[in-house]
T-cell receptor
Framework: EAGVVQSPRYKIIEKKQPVAFWCNPI?????LYWYLQNLGQGPELLIR????????DSQLPKDRFSAERLKGVDSTLKIQPAELGDSAVYLC????????????FGEGSRLTVL | QKEVEQDPGPLSVPEGAIVSLNCTYS??????FMWYRQYSRKGPELLMY????GNKEDGRFTAQVDKSSKYISLFIRDSQPSDSATYLC??????????FGPGTRLSVLP
């Protein structure tokens, strides 16, 4: 069974440019998460989806970040415009249901903003 | 005080040593406790998952949860150089989001 797939793995952009990350969760996983991981830190939640509904986006900086999961399967996270402080790893994760306690991560998308 | 505390290390041990990794937490409502291993430039990989208190063993890995002390541990027996990675603890309550510790960087020296 394929794991969580993310692309691109690496992205380098100039500040003020837009960037988008894509995630395809494990088949059948209804819950999808986007996390931000800074160097030397644990993942921090940006947004959580239950199917196509964003049920927790309280930590998403909505002035520049947006996300969508239109058909309840794959998801896109966008930053526009990017700032220097956005340089980090963006991790996508999925779980079968919120109450299983088992979260599976993708390899991450490493963003560098110059 | 952060919700989940973890010594960031780095922790260096010789091959074959027993490694003890720990996290403390403040939210007594947490029910699910997990340990993830993260290699450099990779995503976190689920190692151990425990519900509520008690011990769980899987090969060379043992996870312990002491809810009365709000303290969880991961033990690695007969550590190998391939165990060199960052270990993240994570925890959650039913219907709530996962909270991660900052991770402990482990190096197992041959």
């Amino acid at each position: 069974e394929a794991g969580v797939v993310q692309s691109p793995r690496y992205k380098i952009i100039e500040k003020k440019q837009p960037v988008a990350f894509w995630c395809n969760p494990i088949s059948g996983h209804n819950t999808l998460y986007w996390y931000l991981q800074n160097l030397g830190q644990g993942p921090e939640l940006l947004i959580r989806y239950e199917n196509e509904e964003a049920v927790d986006d309280s930590q998403l900086p909505k002035d520049r970040f947006s996300a969508e999961r239109l058909k309840g399967v794959d998801s896109t996270l966008k930053i526009q415009p990017a700032e220097l402080g956005d340089s980090a790893v963006y991790l996508c994760a999925s779980s079968l249901a919120l109450d299983t306690g088992e979260l599976f991560f993708g390899e991450g998308s490493r963003l560098t903003v110059l | 005080q952060k919700e989940v505390e973890q010594d960031p290390g780095p922790l260096s041990v010789p091959e074959g040593a027993i490694v003890s990794l720990n996290c403390t937490y403040s939210n007594s409502a947490f029910q699910y406790f997990m340990w993830y291993r993260q290699y450099s430039r990779k995503g976190p990989e689920l190692l151990m998952y425990t519900y509520s208190s008690g011990n769980k063993e899987d090969g060379r890995f043992t996870a312990q949860v002491d809810k009365s002390s709000k303290y969880i541990s991961l033990f690695i027996r007969d550590s190998q150089p391939s165990d060199s990675a960052t270990y993240l603890c994570a925890m959650s309550n039913y219907g709530q989001n996962f909270v991660f510790g900052p991770g402990t960087r482990l190096s197992v020296l041959p």
